[in-house]
């Protein structure tokens, strides 16, 4: 085994901090609107709340157990952790699954966050004063298509972001970036959405009231609880939004001490998340888009359900209505909050990447951030130059391979650990008291849940999977693969290690 790993946290509210800012992401502020609107408005609440309870609560409540578990006995990464819940080495490999989706994910994350970079400078240069909204849409087009200089610079830069602060360790790197970052992330969003709910028709050539735009997002179409793709969206903005099945959550509540409340940690960080995502998610680009472009455009422009169309191509073109000084200001808290909400993010699926080379192999973390960093850059490339790369790496890594991994997790943790020490994990240290139900949750309804929602994907990936693909797609295919294996002959070569020692 390598040199043990004295990492730690420096204070409760760094870690809650850091842990919302892995789940305050991108989603919050473009997916979870988009969504909203597309699935019957106020409605969409509904399945989306019961999908938080029957799956975000419960596997948050794992998650966490399974890192303070695991990290009390000196493992900090997912293949080790699920080897710590039970010695068949099937779980260990299965725990690869976590590392895989943390690099895979970031692959094109980072690049996200280099759009926000971008868009924050050139709205604070005021690039878009005097721009049509068409041409603010081509303008981003262009960008994201041709894979020009400037893109890829500001990846670049972006990454090494990530990989400088991650090589600063927990306290003096993530937690330090969470304080931060967090803080500004809820002032710029609060100051956003006051404006688009404060908005009125005839201020600044808006047509409508930010008003509209709330009530219509809000307005339910009950007919829509009872489509089961509804449901299906819902749950998928679930673990979007928490950051579920990603490795991360782990990796934090790993270097908890044994004693310590992960039950109100879990509870903290994920409604948290669900006041920024419910509350200030919705109260920014609906309202300002339907202010100015009525409600039937903006469902129009939400179609896809992922807000990057209003988000990146159109809220810029508005600000500029509101004059030129208040108009850079605003583009740089909206881009701002969204580099901040992707920067915490990536920085999470960094760590337990960092964290098993560190544990396994006895790195400095200064080795393991330049590994992660290394390994994005090399996944990263194709999503840089090619969008059907990027949607590949976002369907593969970031969709299909979050849901198994979940379903694993839940079966390992109540089926195979076993419900009764799982219960006592997550209760131990606990301030607060965890209603009895969740122990029956956890170990019956998630786990349906989970296998309705992995047995409903399987035509998808099927058709996905015989369809004829460019070279494109079948590069970023073979990376990901090559990603796997990659990562499982290090655990491989890991666990040879500890028997060899």
């Given at each position: 085994m390598?040199?043990?790993?004295?990492?730690?946290?420096?204070?409760?509210?760094?870690?809650?901090?850091?842990?919302?800012?892995?789940?305050?992401?991108?989603?919050?502020?473009?997916?979870?609107?988009?969504q909203?609107?597309?699935?019957?408005g106020?409605?969409?609440?509904?399945?989306?709340?019961?999908?938080?309870?029957?799956?975000?609560?419960?596997?948050?409540?794992?998650?966490?157990?399974m890192?303070?578990?695991?990290?009390?006995?000196?493992?900090?990464?997912?293949?080790f952790?699920?080897?710590?819940?039970?010695?068949?080495?099937?779980?260990?490999?299965a725990?690869?699954?976590?590392?895989?989706?943390?690099?895979?994910?970031?692959?094109?994350?980072?690049?996200?966050?280099?759009?926000?970079?971008?868009?924050?400078?050139?709205s604070?240069?005021?690039?878009?004063?005097?721009?049509?909204?068409?041409?603010?849409?081509a303008?981003?087009?262009?960008?994201?298509?041709?894979?020009?200089?400037?893109?890829?610079?500001?990846?670049?830069?972006?990454?090494?972001?990530?990989?400088?602060?991650?090589?600063?360790?927990l306290?003096?790197?993530?937690?330090?970036?969470?304080?931060?970052?967090?803080?500004?992330?809820?002032?710029?969003?609060?100051?956003?959405?006051?404006?688009?709910?404060?908005?009125?028709?005839?201020?600044?050539?808006?047509?409508?009231?930010?008003?509209?735009?709330?009530?219509?997002?809000?307005?339910?179409?009950?007919?829509?609880?009872?489509?089961?793709?509804?449901?299906?969206?819902?749950?998928?903005?679930?673990?979007?939004?928490?950051?579920?099945?990603?490795?991360s959550?782990?990796?934090?509540?790993?270097?908890?001490?044994?004693?310590?409340?992960?039950?109100?940690?879990?509870?903290?960080?994920g409604?948290?998340?669900?006041?920024?995502?419910?509350?200030?998610?919705s109260?920014?680009i609906?309202?300002?888009?339907?202010?100015?472009?009525?409600?039937?455009?903006?469902?129009?422009?939400t179609?896809?359900?992922?807000?990057?169309?209003?988000?990146?191509?159109?809220?810029?073109?508005?600000?500029?209505?509101?004059?030129?000084?208040?108009?850079?200001?605003?583009?740089?808290?909206?881009?701002g909050?969204?580099?901040?909400?992707?920067?915490?993010?990536?920085?999470?699926?960094?760590?337990?990447?960092?964290?098993?080379?560190?544990?396994?192999?006895?790195?400095?973390?200064?080795n393991?951030?330049?590994?992660?960093?290394a390994?994005?850059?090399?996944?990263?490339?194709?999503?840089?130059?090619?969008?059907?790369?990027?949607?590949?790496?976002d369907?593969?890594?970031?969709?299909?391979?979050?849901?198994?991994?979940?379903?694993?997790?839940?079966?390992?943790?109540?089926?195979?650990?076993?419900?009764?020490?799982?219960?006592?994990?997550?209760?131990?240290?606990?301030?607060?008291?965890?209603?009895?139900?969740?122990?029956?949750?956890?170990?019956?309804?998630?786990?349906?849940?989970?296998?309705?929602?992995?047995?409903?994907?399987?035509?998808?990936?099927?058709?996905?999977?015989?369809?004829?693909?460019?070279?494109?797609?079948?590069?970023?295919?073979?990376?990901?693969?090559?990603?796997?294996?990659?990562?499982?002959?290090?655990?491989?070569?890991?666990?040879?290690?500890?028997?060899?020692?």
């Amino acid at each position: 085994m390598g040199t043990e790993n004295k990492e730690a946290w420096g204070s409760r509210i760094g870690l809650v901090l850091a842990m919302a800012g892995n789940a305050v992401g991108l989603g919050n502020f473009l997916r979870f609107p988009a969504q909203a609107v597309q699935n019957g408005g106020g409605a969409f609440i509904i399945p989306y709340l019961v999908c938080f309870v029957l799956m975000g609560l419960p596997l948050l409540y794992v998650e966490w157990a399974m890192g303070r578990h695991a990290g009390n006995r000196g493992h900090h990464s997912t293949p080790f952790i699920f080897g710590a819940m039970h010695k068949h080495s099937f779980w260990k490999y299965a725990g690869v699954l976590g590392l895989f989706i943390s690099i895979g994910i970031c692959a094109y994350y980072t690049y996200i966050e280099a759009w926000t970079l971008s868009w924050a400078y050139h709205s604070a240069m005021g690039h878009f004063m005097g721009m049509s909204q068409d041409q603010v849409a081509a303008f981003f087009k262009n960008y994201v298509a041709l894979g020009t200089s400037e893109p890829i610079m500001v990846w670049v830069l972006c990454v090494a972001l990530n990989t400088w602060i991650l090589s600063r360790g927990l306290q003096g790197g993530v937690e330090m970036a969470a304080k931060i970052g967090m803080p500004l992330l809820l002032l710029f969003g609060v100051v956003l959405a006051f404006r688009g709910v404060t908005l009125t028709a005839g201020s600044h050539g808006a047509v409508n009231s930010g008003l509209l735009g709330l009530n219509f997002l809000w307005t339910p179409n009950f007919s829509s609880i009872w489509d089961p793709v509804v449901w299906r969206n819902a749950a998928g903005q679930i673990f979007f939004t928490l950051s579920l099945g990603m490795g991360s959550i782990h990796c934090y509540a790993s270097y908890v001490k044994c004693k310590d409340d992960i039950a109100l940690n879990a509870m903290s960080a994920g409604w948290m998340n669900e006041f920024v995502e419910v509350v200030l998610g919705s109260a920014i680009i609906i309202p300002i888009a339907v202010g100015y472009l009525g409600v039937d455009k903006v469902v129009e422009m939400t179609k896809g359900g992922s807000g990057f169309g209003i988000g990146f191509m159109t809220l810029p073109y508005l600000f500029t209505q509101w004059g030129p000084a208040l108009s850079a200001l605003s583009g740089i808290m909206w881009f701002g909050l969204l580099f901040f909400a992707g920067i915490t993010s990536s920085l999470a699926m960094g760590t337990p990447v960092m964290a098993f080379m560190e544990d396994e192999f006895g790195w400095k973390r200064r080795n393991g951030a330049l590994f992660f960093g290394a390994a994005v850059l090399l996944l990263g490339i194709p999503s840089v130059l090619s969008q059907e790369a990027f949607n590949e790496f976002d369907y593969w890594a970031g969709t299909i391979a979050l849901v198994v991994f979940s379903l694993l997790e839940i079966i390992l943790f109540a089926w195979v650990f076993g419900m009764e020490k799982g219960w006592k994990e997550i209760t131990a240290g606990a301030d607060m008291k965890v209603p009895i139900a969740f122990k029956y949750v956890i170990k019956y309804v998630t786990p349906v849940f989970l296998l309705i929602v992995f047995v409903g994907s399987l035509p998808e990936v099927w058709a996905t999977l015989t369809k004829p693909v460019t070279f494109q797609v079948a590069l970023a295919r073979g990376l990901m693969v090559a990603l796997f294996a990659g990562l499982s002959g290090l655990v491989w070569l890991a666990g040879r290690k500890k028997v060899t020692i």
